[in-house]
């Protein structure tokens, strides 16, 4: 299984808002090491959502932030829209591993 | 703008060894790292390990030490990653993907599906 632990589905309907955890322990996210998050659309590789826990690279709408408290992270999506299906993971570093962890990944469906 | 693209997908036989490769164009090669991370069929990101283009020094996954090597070539931009010994369950997709530090990525290459399989 997964270092990080996420939710294997979440849902929700058009415009409402949904949350995606993500967690650790104290190797990684419990550590202080940043998380990250990427959404992979069906057929397509990953593309960075959020990084270093809260930031959005230029082109991703408002609509997604990140969090982290403790040994978890979150990540929340609001005003919920059709192009959000899609596969979420979760990203962070871990020291005991000495390597990049990922979620075993969450698999969004809007109803 | 950044880009990686990676070599055409590849068939192999168990025991053997699969090199992909990862061109990188549009930034400066040696100041950033370069992930490779595998995604077997309908499963989840699983990192296999990092290099360092600029001085070609590597970190692999425990699952992977012993069975993969990664290198680069400054004069091409290009990384490779090398499996041996390959069984079934190495088929996947394999990404390559640039990473800002040690600790994450942020651009991907397309993938390069390795089948492996009498």
């Known amino acids: 299984q997964s270092v990080l632990t996420q939710p294997p589905s979440v849902s929700g309907a058009p415009g409402q808002r949904v949350t995606i955890s993500c967690t650790g322990s104290s190797s990684n996210i419990g550590a202080d090491y940043d998380v990250n998050w990427y959404q992979q659309l069906p057929g397509t590789a990953p593309k960075v959502l959020i990084h270093n826990n809260s930031n959005r690279p230029s082109g991703v709408p408002d609509r997604f932030s990140g969090s982290k408290s403790g040994t978890s992270a979150s990540l929340a999506i609001t005003g919920l829209q059709a192009e959000d299906e899609a596969d979420y993971y979760c990203q962070s570093y871990d020291s005991s591993l000495s390597g990049v962890v990922f979620g075993g990944g969450t698999k969004l469906t809007v109803l | 703008q950044e880009q990686l693209v990676q070599s055409g997908a590849e068939v192999k036989k168990p025991g053997a060894s699969v090199k992909v490769s990862c061109k990188a164009s549009?930034?400066?090669?040696?100041?950033?790292?370069m992930h490779w991370v595998r995604q077997a069929p309908g499963q989840g990101l699983e990192w296999m390990g990092i290099?360092?283009?600029?001085?070609?020094?590597?970190s692999y996954a425990r699952k992977f030490k012993g069975r993969v090597t990664m290198t680069s070539d400054t004069s091409t931009s290009t990384v490779y990653m090398e499996l041996r010994s390959l069984k079934s369950e190495d088929t996947a997709l394999y990404y390559c993907a640039r990473g800002p530090g040690r600790g994450r990525v942020d651009y991907w290459g397309q993938g390069t599906l390795v089948t492996v399989s009498s």
């Open positions: 549009g930034y400066i090669f040696t100041n950033y790292y």
């Open positions: 290099i360092d283009p600029s001085g070609g020094g590597t």
